[in-house]
């Protein structure tokens, strides 16, 4: 394989990104939040699925017992 060069940009080269996230069923531009609701956004906490299963473990089947019945 032909190793290709690194591409670098000088920083009057680089554009922001735009980070859009879903609020009350639709999706909004976080530069549009006031100061409130930017804060709340940065301090989310994120997850995925698998891990929050293994870090409940049995408790997920209660909750399915639960809905179930």
Same mark, same amino acid.
């Given at each position: 394989? /032909? /190793?290709?060069? !690194?591409?670098?940009? /000088?920083? +009057? ?5 735009? @980070? ?14 006031? @100061? ?12 995925? +699925?698998? &891990? ?9 089947? !209660?909750?399915?017992?639960?809905? &179930?019945?």
């Amino acid at each position: 394989m /032909s /190793s290709q060069p !690194t591409l670098q940009l /000088s920083d +009057e080269e680089r554009q922001p990104c735009e @980070i859009w996230t879903r609020v009350m069923g639709y999706h909004r531009p976080v530069s549009s939040f006031n @100061i409130g609701k930017k804060g709340e956004f940065h301090e989310r906490r994120y997850f995925t +699925e698998g &891990a929050a299963a293994r870090s409940q473990g049995a408790g997920l089947a !209660t909750v399915a017992e639960a809905v &179930a019945a």
